[in-house]
């Protein structure tokens, strides 16, 4: 079992930032990919950001091209995600994620074996 904490949502205003981190603790030797998605009211969870095992390869849907970066520091099991420019439409539970299979893709909740609580982003106009 891996276990997800995520940290770091609040309020801030448009044009802001935060930075959210995500905590892994248990089996991380078995995660090869790091995943952060958001899910506003009444919407389906959706993909922000994806990052490998090496940090080397990044992932990111479009809306957020540009603003937002994921990153990872592997001794310290945690992976932020940097958010910049932030937008009203930005607002959302943010969660992390940890892929330890190759079921499905990396863009899709189908994808990712353990979850984290969630932390709420509340970005105001």
């Known amino acids: 079992q891996v276990q997800l904490v995520e940290s770091g949502g609040g309020l801030v205003q448009a044009g802001g930032s935060l930075r959210l981190s995500c905590a892994a603790s248990?089996?991380?030797?078995?995660?090869?990919?790091m995943g952060w998605f958001r899910q506003a009211p009444g919407e389906k969870r959706a993909f922000v950001a994806a990052?490998?095992?090496?940090?080397?390869?990044?992932y990111y849907v479009d809306s957020v091209k540009g603003r937002f970066t994921i990153s990872r520091d592997n001794a310290e099991n945690t992976v932020y995600l940097q958010m910049n420019s932030l937008k009203p439409e930005d607002t959302a539970v943010y969660y992390c994620?940890?892929?330890?299979?190759?079921?499905?893709?990396?863009?899709?909740?189908?994808?990712?074996?353990?979850w984290g609580q969630g932390t709420q982003v509340t970005v105001s106009s």
């Open positions: 994620a940890a892929r330890s299979s190759l079921q499905s893709t990396i863009y899709s909740t189908l994808g990712y074996n353990y």
């Open positions: 248990g089996r991380t030797f078995s995660v090869y990919a």
């Open positions: 990052i490998s095992l090496s940090g080397g390869m990044t």
